[in-house]
């Protein structure tokens, strides 16, 4: 089993930045990728971000490319989700997500952080 904490999220204005933590515990050594989903008011939950634990390649959503940074630190089995240039429409519950080979929805998830960006 792999545990997640998050941390970080909150209240920001639009234009603002936010900065979101993700560390992980327990059987790590089996993980080959973890990412964040979120999910918003009446929508589904949407990856957004993820990066290969094996390769430190990254994966982004266009809606937030160019935007959010995803960032890992090995050493700590964490990553970071740095969110710059903030939008109304990025307010959602942020889901940290960690997978061992199988699909994301077999793998670990977070208890997940609010993000409200204010107009």
């Known amino acids: 089993q792999v545990q997640l904490v998050e941390s970080g999220g909150g209240l920001v204005q639009a234009g603002g930045s936010l900065r979101l933590s993700c560390a992980a515990s327990?059987?790590?050594?089996?993980?080959?990728?973890m990412g964040w989903f979120r999910q918003g008011p009446g929508k589904e939950r949407e990856i957004i971000t993820a990066?290969?634990?094996?390769?430190?390649?990254?994966y982004y959503a266009d809606s937030v490319k160019g935007r959010f940074t995803i960032s890992r630190d090995g050493a700590k089995n964490t990553i970071y989700l740095q969110m710059d240039s903030l939008k109304p429409d990025d307010t959602a519950v942020y889901y940290c997500?960690?997978?061992?080979?199988?699909?994301?929805?077999?793998?670990?998830w977070g208890q997940g952080t609010q993000v409200t960006v204010s107009s």
């Open positions: 327990g059987r790590t050594f089996t993980l080959n990728a």
């Open positions: 990066i290969n634990w094996n390769d430190g390649s990254r």
């Open positions: 997500a960690a997978k061992d080979g199988a699909g994301w929805p077999e793998g670990f």
